[in-house]
Structures are given as C-alpha cells and as structure tokens.
C-alpha cells in the first residue's frame, strides 16, 4: 500500500497519543481511512487542516448525542449509533431483506414489534422519555444516508468546477465534502464496534448457557478501556491499511439501495463477532481488571479499527466515482455563465 507522503508525514510525526473508540478511536478510523485512498481521490480533503477537520468530525454525533435530549430519537441522534440485529428477527423481519429507507423500515418495524410484543421487553416509560427503547436501531440507514450526503456534495462540487464557480462556491463545497466525510466516519466507525450490532450491547441478556459475562460496563471497556491499555496508536496500524476499493453500485431486483445494502452487509459481518468477543471476555484475553491483554484482544481490536477505516474509505471513494450529475444546479450555472457573456459582449469590452 502506497501512502500519500503528506498524511503519512502527518499521522507519523503526530504524538503517541492514546486513543479510546469513543474519541481517538473515531479519529483513528478516520484517519485509517485517508490512508487508505487512492492517489487520484481528490486532494483537497488531505490537506493538514482538512484531513484533521475529518477527524475532528468524526466525533460530532457522540456531541450531538451527548447534549441535546431533543436530537435523541431520530437524525444525528442516539439511535443512528447502533442497531441490536437481533430485534429485526423477533419482529419478524429479515436483515436481508428489510427496507432500505428508513421510514418504510420503520413502518415495518412498529408493526411487526405490536405483532410480536412477547418478544420483546416491556418499556419502562419513566425510563424512556427520549422514546428510544420501542426502536432497533438505524444504523445502516445512518451510513447510507450520510453516504448520500457526500455524493451529492461532490456532485455539487463538480458543477461549480466545471461550470464557472467563483472561487468561493467551489471552497464552500469542498467544506460540505470534508463535513459530510467526517459526519460519515462517525456512524460507520461505530458499526465496526460488535457491541453496537446487538442486544447484548453492555452484558449477555437472556439466556446464557455459555456463561458470559453480563456485567455493566462491558461496553465501555470494549470502546475505551482497553484500547487505552494496549496503548495503540494511529501510527501502529498504519502499515496495515487496508486499499479502499469502490463499491459497484448497480440497480437491485429487488429495488432497495446497494449502499444501504453494502452498509447492512458490513454490520452483520461486525455482528458475527460478538459471541467470539464474549468468548474472549471469558476466557480472560481482554484485559479486564488486572490480567494482561492477551495477543488475541489486542488483534481484536486492531482488526475492527482498520475494518472500520477500510469500509469508510472505500464508502468514501464510492461517493466521489458515482457522484450524481447535478443538473438543476449546471442548468443554472450555464444561464449565468451566459448571462456574464451577453454581458461583456453588449458592454463592448474584451
Ligand atoms: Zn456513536
């Protein structure tokens, strides 16, 4: 893999810093993924200042979440950070086959979840007054509708490039593609994160024949407390960079968006990692409390860093090759640009 010279001068000569998935650990997928683009990806977006703003942004969602009640149920909210998979089957639906727009999923879901209400916990309204309990989760339609963002910025972007922008439209543009990339980064690093693919997101619930752990704080321990034990670094996994590759995005048979579909592919294959993390959990490799982190845990959380800094950045290559072709906004750019030559030419001037 050949690094850009500039990111890799810039993610070497950064401090050792340790990083925790819900801060440093979103940088560093993001940063994974600058990494990880293609020579001919545009520029711009790896210029020190932008490739940090990325970052920087990379965590936004978690600040939107933090502070703002009102933001929890829908949009940049609490629900966009996860999905517990296993809700879709108790209400009846399939993974493969739910909608990939989010409120017919949604209708789905409500009704499917009054249709099997016994298998789901009673919410407890003194606990739910954000209303979020009654919902799975949205995580894939977070990625793809923040992937849709993106591409509709590049698409934009090129308009103003090829048909006369003025130098303050194109920089305005590039701003909304740094914006859109990093509020991206966040949902998808997320979805990296087993525990944010399941029911058994902080403690096994229900039955536990296989005895894991069902301690509070699990959780946490996998987002930050252990990374900030192995003491890993962006620098450490940057050798290891996984080359984005663009997804194809044909036309399904059955109508639902390939990206959406991409988005859910990518978190059922997270989602298949969470009994292997729980084994880990009990078979003490996971540095809880005193025990050393064993090989294994550290591998662990390498790999789904730089599968997350993978997915984002072949998402990221995606949306710049498949940009729409913005034709409300060139039809207007071509009438002004005719409009400043009919100009000129009846002032005279040259
Ligand atoms: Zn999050």
Known sequence: MKLRPLLLAVVLLAPRVLFAWGF???RTVSQLALASLPQDFPAFVNQP??????AFLANVP???????PWLDQVGGSWTDHYL?????????????TVPSMRLDFVVA????RAAHADKFPVVDPAKNVDHTREWAGFSPWAIAENFHKLQAAFGYLKAYQDLG??????ANSQADVVYAMGILAHYTGDAAQPLHT??????????NPQGYTTQRGFHSWIDSGLIIKTHLTTADLVPRVIPAIPFV?????DQRDPVFVAAMDYLLATNALVEPLYQLEKAGKLGRGEQPVAPEGRAFIENQLLKGGAMLGSLWVTAWKTAPVDTYLRTELGKRQATAAAAKASSGKP
């Open 24 to 26: 440093d650990g979103h």
């Open 84 to 96: 517990d998979i296993e809700q879709l089957s108790e209400a009846g639906l399939d993974a493969h």
């Open 62 to 68: 978690d600040r939107w979440r933090n502070v703002d």
């Open 249 to 253: 995005l044909g036309v399904r048979a």
């Open 49 to 54: 200042a932008n490739a940090d703003r990325i």
């Open 198 to 207: 399941t029911i058994h997101h902080d403690g096994w619930v229900g039955a």
């Open 109 to 112: 879901f409500a009704a499917g």
């Open 165 to 170: 922008g003025t130098p303050e439209e194109i």
